[in-house]
């Protein structure tokens, strides 16, 4: 288990900046290659049980937790649509995104975490202002939906 931790730690760090590049494929296929190893699993098993059992984060998973986390605790920084306008919609508590025309502003950290914060689940985004509940909730919904990419968390439905 000690193992899994330090890859863990390895794979996490400057995760926030790199964890949406197209080299990540690469990243993420060798970390389902040490999950397959470390549980004597063929080749062709899905990793997503593995993953589940282990209790471990998948690369894009890890991605979203780190990025909400660092989100959550700058949030002071970010404002909320209620803050931009003073109506009462149903998104008010969401983060205003900023205009962009530029893809690749919109692949970058600072607009990709406003969207990925405003897609989460209503419930889980209400305990955005208690630290420790919010991580452990957001953990167990991530491991419980074992993301590999960005479309499957965009296209997630309860």
């Given at each position: ?83 931009i306008h003073s109506f ?25 975490r406003i969207r990925i ?15 420790k509940l919010f991580r ?23």
């Open positions: 288990m000690i193992y899994f931790a330090y890859v863990h730690s390895v794979m996490s760090y400057g995760i926030i900046w790199g964890g949406n590049q197209p080299h990540t494929e690469k990243v993420f296929k060798i970390q389902k290659r040490v999950i397959r190893i470390t549980t004597n699993s063929r080749a062709r098993d899905s990793c997503r049980i593995l993953f589940k059992k282990l209790e471990i984060l998948p690369l894009y998973s890890q991605y979203i937790f780190s990025l909400l986390i660092f989100v959550t605790k700058n949030k002071h920084l970010l404002p909320t649509n209620y803050q009462h919609t149903r998104f008010k508590t969401n983060l205003h995104p900023p205009i962009a025309n530029f893809t690749k502003f919109q692949r970058g950290v600072y607009y990709s914060f405003n897609k989460l689940p209503h419930n889980i985004k209400e305990l955005a202002n208690e630290t452990n909730v957001l953990r167990r919904f991530l491991l419980h939906n074992s993301l590999y990419n960005s479309e499957e968390y965009f296209n997630y439905r309860k």
